[in-house]
């Protein structure tokens, strides 16, 4: 039998655990760190998903680069928006492992709404410090693209809800979440010498390097499967609607790549075994 989510690589590091998955190239579970799902099932709401060539929503799908306008199939048809990108369901292929580390590679072919090809690639590694993952493009057509990229892990608040959950977002003061609902991008974010931002969810930290100048928090609040049970804290290269208003928006030359790389890390003596 074929999981739902295609072929499991499970990453071991002392006691750290956790499972990338084909379907997508995402994150199924990181331990008790992150609400994850079940071997089992499909992957709902975006559960560890990658999101690109772009993350968040496109308004009507309708965009214009260079003089051209796109439609893209709306994937949200109520909404009337494209969202997360067009790789979350497809097949990645691990093109390096080991026992704390793969490296899934994909590459997305022209299609309808977006007629460029781009050659991607996500590492996950176990460590010391938790769980790093360095995500890059490369440019592999004969033309320009518009081009951005996000991840989509949720936090578990080892609780029932994320109700006591108290989140320090990079340059702002700590806040119980309380009865908060979330659907929100940050940018302006406050960095260490190193370059990276760090947001503080419960004993968790998510951080980011400079190539991801942007953080969503979900509450979920209206998913059935989410409502308030987790997290979800989502670096991204540029907020949502980047095609239409370029805020954000990287533009890849023919040839040209990006690269950027966030983590998660565990509270110390959190250790995150999973399930």
């Known amino acids: 039998m074929i999981a739902p989510s295609g072929e499991q690589y499970?990453?071991?590091w002392g006691d750290q655990r956790a499972v990338v998955v084909e379907v997508g190239g995402g994150l199924r579970a990181y331990g008790d760190v992150l609400d994850g799902y079940p071997v089992d099932e499909m992957c709902r709401s975006a559960r560890g998903q990658v999101l690109a060539p772009w993350p968040n929503r496109i308004a009507d799908g309708v965009y214009e680069f260079d003089g051209q306008t796109y439609q893209l199939a709306l994937s949200e048809p109520a909404e009337r928006t494209a969202i997360h990108g067009l790789v979350r369901w497809a097949s990645w292929r691990a093109v390096e492992r080991d026992e704390a580390r793969v490296v899934l590679e994909h590459v997305l072919h022209p299609q309808p709404g977006y007629p460029f090809t781009?050659?991607?690639?996500?590492e996950y590694r176990l460590g010391e410090d938790g769980l790093a993952v360095?995500?890059?493009?490369?440019?592999?057509?004969?033309?320009?693209?518009?081009?951005?990229?996000?991840?989509?892990?949720?936090?578990?608040?080892g609780a029932p809800t994320i109700d006591d959950m108290v989140v320090?977002?990079?340059?702002?003061?700590?806040?119980?979440l309380g009865s908060t609902q979330l659907d929100t991008t940050f940018t302006d974010l406050t960095r260490d010498a190193h370059g990276r931002w760090r947001l503080h969810a419960g004993d968790v930290t998510v951080w980011g390097d400079e190539a991801w100048p942007y953080v969503h928090l979900f509450t979920g609040d209206l998913l059935p499967d989410v409502a308030r049970r987790?997290?979800?804290?989502?670096?991204?290269?540029?907020?949502?609607?980047?095609?239409?208003?370029?805020?954000?928006l990287i533009r890849l030359e023919a040839g040209n790549g990006f690269?950027?790389?966030?983590?998660?890390?565990?509270?110390r003596g959190l250790v995150p075994g999973g399930r």
Do not use: D
Request: net charge positive; proline share 12%.
């Open 230 to 248: 987790s997290l979800a804290v989502e670096p991204m290269t540029c907020p949502v609607n980047a095609f239409r208003t370029g805020e954000g």
């Open 10 to 12: 499970e990453l071991v």
């Open 168 to 176: 320090r977002i990079p340059g702002r003061e700590p806040k119980r």
């Open 118 to 122: 781009l050659l991607l690639q996500v």
């Open 259 to 267: 690269a950027g790389t966030w983590g998660i890390q565990p509270a």
């Open 134 to 157: 360095r995500t890059t493009a490369e440019n592999v057509g004969r033309a320009a693209c518009p081009f951005g990229c996000g991840h989509h892990p949720y936090i578990a608040p």
